[in-house]
């Protein structure tokens, strides 16, 4: 017996569960997010869904949001002990606006029903 797996539907929700698993630890688990809001973006690419741009645009400012938070985590911080004012925390801030994106337009997505054509 042949089962027909839906492969975009289970990327989808792996990327669910890492966006939500992994913002328990935002710093530890910004590359689970990362990957999360990559399978999202790509699962509602592939089946042309309504909201993959905002999922695509997402993605992107995670992607830098997170190159930012490692790269000055790397560098030794931000703040006063480090050579980096705290301005520069500006360049993290598209990791947490892309993740809320995601989280609401999820939100939404639960709630708000198809629109059902009438065939006639």
């Excluded at 938070?69 to 703040?79: H, P, R």
């Excluded at 337009?105 to 639960?110: D, Q, W």
Aim: include cysteine; hydrophobic fraction near 55%.
């Amino acid at each position: 017996m042949k089962v027909n797996i839906n492969w975009t539907r289970v990327v989808y929700i792996l990327g669910v569960i890492a966006l939500c698993i992994c913002a328990i630890d935002p710093m530890e688990g910004s590359i689970g997010i990362l990957i999360g809001s990559i399978l999202v973006a790509l699962s509602s690419f592939l089946t042309k869904d309504r909201h993959s741009k905002i999922f695509m645009y997402s993605a992107l400012a995670i992607i830098v949001g997170v190159f930012f938070l490692w790269l000055f985590s790397w560098l030794g911080g931000i703040g006063e002990r480090s050579q980096y004012s705290k301005w520069w925390i500006i360049t993290m801030l598209p990791y947490p606006a892309g993740w809320l994106t995601i989280i609401i337009v999820l939100i939404i997505r639960i709630f708000k029903k198809p629109i059902q054509q009438d065939i006639s």
